[in-house]
C-alpha cells in the first residue's frame, strides 16, 4: 500500500523522503489513524424544562401587563343585558370576561376531543394485545 506513515502522519515517498510535506501525490492521509470521536457528541442537545418554563413565564407576565394597562385605559361603564339581567361593568372587564368564556368553551370542545382520542387509543390498544395473545399461541 505504500510507505509506513511517519511522524506527521504522511507516508514516506517511495523515495525515502520523509521530511513533513513528502506524502503521496494527492495529499491524502495514509495510515491507521481513527479519529476517536464520542457518540455523545453526535446527539441533539435537549433543551430543559426549566428554561421553556422561564420563558413561558415571562410571556404570561407581559401579556398580563398588556391587558392590565388595556382595563385601566377602558374603565368606561357600559350597560350590558343578558336575557333578564341587566347590569353595568367597565368596558375592559366585561371584554377580558369574555375572553376567558371563550378560552373556557375552547377548552371544553378540546378536552371533549382529547377524551374520544384517548378512548379510542385504548381501544386499539387492546385490539393490539389481543391479536398479539392469538398470533402467539
Known amino acids: 500500500m505504500g510507505a509506513p506513515p511517519t511522524e506527521t502522519g504522511r507516508a514516506a515517498s517511495s523515495t525515502g523522503d520523509t521530511s513533513p510535506g513528502a506524502g503521496t501525490d494527492t495529499g491524502e492521509f495514509v495510515g491507521s489513524y481513527e479519529p476517536v470521536v464520542d457518540p455523545a457528541l453526535d446527539a441533539p442537545v435537549k433543551r430543559g424544562v426549566s428554561g421553556t418554563v422561564w420563558a413561558a413565564l415571562i410571556a404570561g407576565v407581559i401579556v398580563l ?63 393490539r394485545e389481543r391479536i398479539k395473545h392469538t398470533l402467539e399461541g
Open 65 to 127: 401587563i398588556l391587558l392590565l394597562v388595556f382595563i385601566i385605559q377602558n374603565n368606561v361603564g357600559t350597560r350590558f343585558e343578558y336575557m333578564a339581567w341587566t347590569f353595568s361593568l367597565p368596558l375592559g372587564v366585561a371584554m377580558l370576561l369574555s375572553a376567558i368564556a371563550g378560552a373556557l368553551i375552547m377548552a371544553l370542545v378540546g378536552s371533549v376531543r382529547m377524551f374520544t382520542l384517548g378512548r379510542r387509543v385504548r381501544k386499539l390498544e387492546r385490539e
